[in-house]
């Protein structure tokens, strides 16, 4: 799973999932605040406070209802659609989501994202080994140039503002570049 930003439509994100084994890849367009619930997540952050994300994944662990996979089951009118599949005390439980909701609740629960077979071949893509290298380095590479001067001291207090602002997104960059600074300083 990857994270970047959407080349179709400015201001969103593209969340690309990929097939176990193979080359096949789904790119599914969601909302910067869908993306930073997802990233949070993904880079194991701890915000201040519970993101909503957080909050229903403590309250199913409260009500010992356990996520055991994610089914994007429908794509209609080039809007995708998913079910969360739940367990608890032996009986499963469909619930209808946002298929962003559903891979940040996937990614809080560790559990495996499905898809079918008709929606791979409708909007999945292939992508070579260059262009797959392209898409995971080419934003981080033009987000570090604008802050590459800057001292470790000022990238971690940009960071901790990040972080008081809840932009998780910034956040988890800057975290990035700050171990990168870090590494090659060694």
């Keep these: 799973m990857a994270l970047s930003h959407s080349v179709t439509q400015s201001h969103n994100y593209a969340v690309v999932l990929g097939e176990e084994n193979g080359k096949r890849r789904l790119p599914i367009v969601i909302g ?3 993306a930073q619930a997802i990233a949070v997540a993904l880079e194991n952050m ?12 403590n309250t199913m662990d ?22 969360l599949i739940c367990e608890q005390f032996g009986n499963v439980i469909q619930i209808d989501a946002r298929t962003s909701d559903a891979i940040s609740m996937a990614v809080r629960f560790d559990c495996p994202i499905y898809t079918y077979e008709f929606i791979l071949e409708s909007a999945g893509v292939i992508l070579d080994e260059d262009a797959e290298k392209e898409v995971k380095t080419e934003p981080a590479r033009s987000k570090a140039k604008s802050i590459e001067d800057l001292s470790i001291s000022s990238l971690e207090k940009m960071l901790e503002e990040a972080l008081a602002k809840e932009d998780y997104e910034k ?3 800057l975290r990035d570049i700050i171990n990168h ?6």
């Excluded at 701890?46 to 994944?57: G, Y």
């Design 46 to 57: 701890t915000p201040n406070r519970p993101l909503s994300h957080d909050l229903f994944k």
């Design 62 to 83: 409260a009500f010992e209802i356990n996520l055991k996979e994610v089914i994007i089951n429908n794509l209609l009118d080039g809007i995708f659609y998913a079910q």
């Design 32 to 34: 910067g605040f869908e």
């Design 171 to 173: 956040a988890a960059q």
């Design 181 to 186: 600074k870090k590494s090659s300083n060694s």
